[in-house]
């Protein structure tokens, strides 16, 4: 490890085991707060894992090497003339344990201010020490789509595991730096598989907490993943907001205009995509099966049956047994 990494973060010791019992290194999670966070869905996203799941700080950032105070003033509490409190800025790495207990990596708080290659080139050196084997940067992005319509998050990336059942947007894009595109773009380098996920959050609900956002993009990491994510909480706030939005709508005509000129924009972006990518699943719909998947299921059915058939104590075995037998012709 180099002398800046040395001063950009300090380990912590003992080191929480990382490794789990499937074969294959952890996924890593970035989400940084403070860039493309709409609907406060990627901040709400590293807090619900961390209040939802056990998990164990790995690494801690120097906030003094990457923080510039003046853009991100915390919090300070004033009580009887004293100042009594600050808020503390936490840019850390943790190792989180979802529900049967697979182990995978965090990477949040707030974005750097500065010295965004250097700690690239730190998280880079995390990644090689625990042996990453995927990294997915999350990012909420206000959009005109309407909240009638079921949530879509877009993909990109060089690893075609990640994309294949996102939506994926193949064309040239002009958007404002920040350290999580920093860190894809150094990852894609070193040859490590990275991709970024976007949840589209309509624009008019954008400045406010909107759950079904951060919903989605845990329920496309745990798909992504192979994670099994504590979601019920989640599916309740969204539920609610969703009710509240409802009312709000049919309470105003012009609202309702609004809504309808963007769920028809919404359904015909859709079908030329579908149009363009017949295979793909689209937000909302359940994920089809692949022809392995429903061959490895056809061949459980057969062995099971099979089982039945061996079994003198399956019902259809004695179905069978009572049956009366045709006598073979003389």
Same mark, same amino acid.
């Given at each position: 490890?180099?002398?800046?990494?040395?001063?950009?973060?300090?380990?912590?010791?003992?080191?929480?085991?990382?490794?789990?019992?499937?074969?294959?290194?952890?996924?890593?999670?970035?989400?940084?707060?403070?860039?493309?966070?709409?609907?406060?869905?990627?901040?709400?996203?590293?807090?619900?894992?961390?209040?939802?799941?056990?998990?164990?700080?790995?690494?801690?950032?120097?906030?003094?090497?990457?923080?510039?105070?003046?853009?991100?003033?915390?919090?300070?509490?004033?009580?009887?003339?004293?100042?009594? =409190?600050?808020?503390?800025?936490?840019?850390?790495?943790?190792?989180?344990?979802?529900?049967?207990?697979?182990?995978?990596?965090?990477?949040?708080?707030?974005?750097?201010?500065?010295?965004?290659?250097?700690?690239?080139?730190?998280?880079?050196?995390?990644?090689?020490?625990?042996?990453?084997?995927?990294?997915?940067?999350?990012?909420?992005?206000?959009?005109?789509?309407?909240?009638?319509?079921?949530?879509?998050?877009?993909?990109?990336?060089?690893?075609?595991?990640?994309?294949?059942?996102?939506?994926?947007?193949?064309?040239?894009?002009?958007?404002?730096? =920040?350290?999580?595109?920093?860190?894809?773009?150094?990852?894609?380098?070193?040859?490590?598989?990275?991709?970024?996920?976007?949840?589209?959050?309509?624009?008019?609900?954008?400045?406010?907490?909107?759950?079904?956002?951060?919903?989605?993009?845990?329920?496309?990491?745990?798909?992504?993943?192979?994670?099994?994510?504590?979601?019920?909480?989640?599916?309740?706030?969204?539920?609610?907001?969703?009710?509240?939005?409802?009312?709000?709508?049919?309470?105003?005509?012009?609202?309702?205009?609004?809504?309808?000129?963007?769920?028809?924009?919404?359904?015909?972006?859709?079908?030329?995509?579908?149009?363009?990518?017949?295979?793909?699943?689209?937000?909302?719909?359940?994920?089809?099966?692949?022809?392995?998947?429903?061959?490895?299921?056809?061949?459980?059915?057969?062995?099971?049956?099979?089982?039945?058939?061996?079994?003198?104590?399956?019902?259809?075995?004695?179905?069978?047994?009572?049956?009366?037998?045709? =006598?073979?012709?003389?």
């Amino acid at each position: 490890m180099s002398d800046n990494n040395d001063r950009m973060y300090e380990l912590e010791y003992p080191s929480p085991e990382v490794s789990g019992q499937t074969a294959g290194g952890p996924t890593l999670i970035i989400a940084l707060q403070g860039y493309a966070d709409a609907g406060h869905a990627v901040e709400a996203s590293s807090s619900h894992l961390m209040e939802a799941l056990d998990h164990r700080l790995i690494a801690s950032f120097n906030n003094d090497e990457l923080i510039d105070y003046r853009s991100r003033r915390p919090l300070v509490v004033i009580e009887h003339n004293e100042v009594s =409190s600050m808020d503390e800025l936490n840019l850390g790495l943790h190792v989180v344990r979802d529900n049967d207990n697979k182990p995978f990596l965090v990477l949040a708080g707030p974005e750097p201010d500065l010295r965004w290659g250097d700690f690239s080139n730190a998280v880079v050196d995390l990644v090689e020490k625990f042996g990453v084997e995927n990294t997915i940067c999350l990012y909420a992005a206000p959009m005109t789509v309407p909240h009638t319509r079921p949530t879509v998050v877009t993909a990109h990336g060089n690893s075609a595991d990640r994309l294949k059942d996102q939506i994926s947007l193949n064309t040239r894009l002009n958007v404002p730096g =920040s350290a999580s595109l920093k860190l894809e773009m150094m990852l894609k380098d070193k040859g490590k598989n990275v991709s970024g996920y976007t949840v589209h959050v309509p624009h008019y609900v954008s400045a406010s907490p909107y759950p079904a956002a951060t919903l989605k993009l845990l329920q496309s990491i745990a798909d992504s993943a192979d994670l099994n994510l504590p979601l019920l909480a989640l599916e309740r706030d969204a539920e609610k907001v969703h009710r509240q939005l409802v009312e709000q709508t049919e309470d105003s005509a012009e609202i309702q205009r609004v809504v309808g000129a963007l769920e028809q924009q919404y359904d015909a972006e859709l079908e030329r995509y579908w149009n363009k990518h017949p295979q793909a699943v689209m937000p909302g719909e359940s994920d089809i099966p692949s022809g392995d998947e429903i061959g490895a299921e056809f061949e459980k059915f057969l062995a099971e049956l099979d089982t039945g058939a061996d079994n003198p104590d399956s019902p259809s075995s004695e179905s069978d047994a009572s049956e009366p037998q045709d =006598s073979p012709e003389d």
